[in-house]
């Protein structure tokens, strides 16, 4: 079957200035494990699981895949076939899901969500500090300096000068994520009335960025986080949108620490004007109120040193009292699947789904708004530095969340969910968890379509890191095994792809052990220990500000396939540096480059 144009979709958001972040104190990269690279191994996840869902549904193109591309050694067949490739690239189109690469963002220092937050009743000290240590980065470890003050852990965190525009760009793009879920239910109810309208429906969203931000609370980066992205969007919804309610489920390896002492803060003013309200003062617009609900690891990080404070807020389990709504859940080892699914997942784990619910209780879906804080770094196949307890979930497990968590949504929300990147840092871990994530998002029953688990089995994710692996020059192996689902898969990927490039240190400064790959336990020293402790209560703004425009998105097309055509032989044309400053370029002729956008016929 084919889906309807007025069927609501899954939309993925993509933000390239999240690239940027990167780690600048030595060349060194061996032990940095938060970075550019994890976007890349995300998409490929998601390009299969849109490459699979496709063909289980008969949804795919009849586009000749990018692998049946032969390239001769003759110059003019070469550019032939670069063209070729070209106009596979442009018009590499997807029917189950919507691709938004997003250019949205937010400043920092001038939006109210961002403040509501981060801010402080004596002014945005934190967040102009974070400002000043991106921009003076470089200088400092030029100096032989860190650039991350010293009451933080050195090996957890990192910036350099354009950290704070992928900061700033994934605030933005979560922001629009939140504005198009939020108002879809209105543009499907005017789609009923209106047969031959073709608006996209945003029905639930995914959203790839970095760096993360589960572990940031009001002024207290740590575990690779310098904002919260998702409490910040959740603030944004009440701000913008008027939502009441928000639920957050968080399903990575370690427990937001953040995210919790933020909701708390939250939830604690929201509880005072209630009581102050009851007491006879004068009545004020509702404020917010926020369900936590985590699964993850009490003995790795920020935990995993034992800390009494932070052992005791991720073991908290309060549903009321104090305003407080907050339920934390301990992963434990499993001997098999089916061990996994009986005797954790159905009777413990989903306990998260029903203390959610019972927050949520009669409150009008268009008051509610979920989000999934979505680590895959409990995955089993995460590094075994990252998950030495071994307090692990199978694959499925992001699969069979996504699909509960989407009922979830569809039952008490109207379908209002979106799901936001946090940890995961391995490949396998990011393509394989991606690629079930994204699967269980999909209304799959919608289109037709019955899911695999096959999909991510060992030798299908071999096959798919085999193929799109890059060669030297950047180019992918492309796959030779003729299997139709894994040539769509790298077509996908090449069309959303970001080309990635190293940049020289700055200096070379010693990198600290990080605190969240696990370490053989030993005393903690003032110098090593993370200086994360539950932030004091503070009360917030009482009248909430209205929030800033988030500024205008676009749908860009693909991003470089200059690329492709930089090695053929054309001595003869002249040369021209692309606006990207990528450097000089082959000039052709001016036909070749007028690029269709995408949807266009």
């Not at 200059?562 to 450097?583: S, Y």
């Amino acid at each position: 079957m084919h889906p309807d144009k007025s069927l609501a979709k899954t939309t993925i958001f993509l933000q390239d200035a999240c690239y940027q972040h990167r780690f600048i104190r030595s060349n060194d990269l061996s032990a940095i494990v938060e970075r550019p690279e994890r976007l890349r191994a995300l998409k490929i996840g998601l390009s299969a699981a849109i490459a699979r869902l496709e063909e289980a549904g008969s949804l795919t193109p009849n586009k000749p895949p990018l692998g049946s591309i032969n390239v001769a050694n003759d110059a003019g067949d070469d550019l032939a076939a670069a063209l070729q490739k070209l106009d596979l690239l442009q018009d590499v189109k997807v029917e189950v899901v919507n691709i938004i690469k997003s250019s949205s963002f937010v400043d920092v220092l001038n939006n109210e969500a961002v403040k509501f937050v981060h801010g402080d009743i004596d002014g945005d000290v934190y967040l102009q500090n974070l400002v000043n240590w991106a921009k003076e980065s470089a200088e400092k470890i030029k100096a032989g300096q860190s650039e991350i003050p010293e009451s933080f852990s050195q090996g957890d965190l990192y910036l350099c000068p354009e950290s704070l525009d992928a900061i700033q760009g994934a605030l933005g793009t979560i922001c629009e994520a939140v504005d198009k879920v939020i108002e879809s239910p209105k543009r499907r109810n005017e789609q009923k009335s209106d047969e031959s309208s073709s608006t996209v429906v945003h029905t639930n969203a995914f959203v790839a960025i970095r760096p993360p931000g589960h572990h940031c609370g009001e002024d207290t980066p740590s575990g690779f986080c310098f904002v919260n992205n998702v409490v910040v969007a959740a603030a944004h919804a009440h701000l913008k949108h008027g939502i009441k309610k928000v639920v957050i489920f968080d399903i990575d390896l370690h427990h937001g620490n953040g995210t919790q002492s933020l909701v708390w803060q939250i939830n604690e003013e929201t509880y005072r004007q209630k009581l102050e309200g009851e007491a006879g003062s004068p009545l004020t617009k509702p404020g917010l109120e926020i369900f936590y609900g985590s699964i993850h690891d009490i003995l790795s990080y920020p935990c995993e040193d034992g800390k009494v404070s932070m052992v005791q807020a991720a073991s908290v389990s309060i549903h009321g009292p104090h305003g407080q709504y907050i339920e934390n859940i301990h992963l434990k080892p499993y001997s098999s699947e089916e061990d996994f699914w009986q005797n954790l997942y159905s009777t413990q784990y989903s306990k998260l789904l029903e203390k959610g619910k019972a927050f949520v209780g009669d409150a009008s879906g268009d008051d509610v708004l979920v989000f999934i804080s979505c680590g895959f770094d409990a995955c089993e196949h995460e590094y075994p530095s990252m998950s030495r307890h071994n307090r692990r979930v199978p694959v499925s497990f992001y699969h069979r969340f996504a699909v509960d968590a989407r009922g979830f949504a569809d039952e008490l929300a109207k379908g209002k969910l979106i799901s936001v990147l946090e940890g995961g840092y391995s490949d396998r871990a990011l393509i394989s968890g991606g690629m079930a994530h994204l699967s269980g998002l999909v209304d799959v029953q919608a289109l037709g379509i019955k899911v695999d688990k096959g999909w991510w089995k060992l030798e299908n994710l071999t096959a798919l890191e085999k193929s799109t692996k890059k060669r030297r020059g950047g180019k992918l192996s492309m796959p030779g095994s003729g299997e139709k689902w894994l040539e769509r898969a790298i077509a996908i990927f090449q069309s959303i792809d970001t080309t990635i490039t190293p940049s020289p240190s700055r200096n070379h400064v010693p990198l600290p052990p990080s605190s969240m790959t696990l370490r053989e336990r030993k005393p903690m020293s003032r110098a090593a220990s993370l200086k994360a402790s539950p932030q004091p209560s503070r009360r917030m703004k009482g009248k909430l500000p209205q929030s800033d425009a988030i500024v205008a998105p676009t749908i860009e097309p693909v991003d470089d396939v200059v690329k492709t055509l930089e090695g053929l032989n054309l001595d003869k044309q002249d040369k021209v540096t692309t606006e990207e400053g990528l450097g000089e370029v082959k000039k052709l002729p001016r036909v070749i480059l007028r690029l269709k956008e995408p949807g266009s016929s």
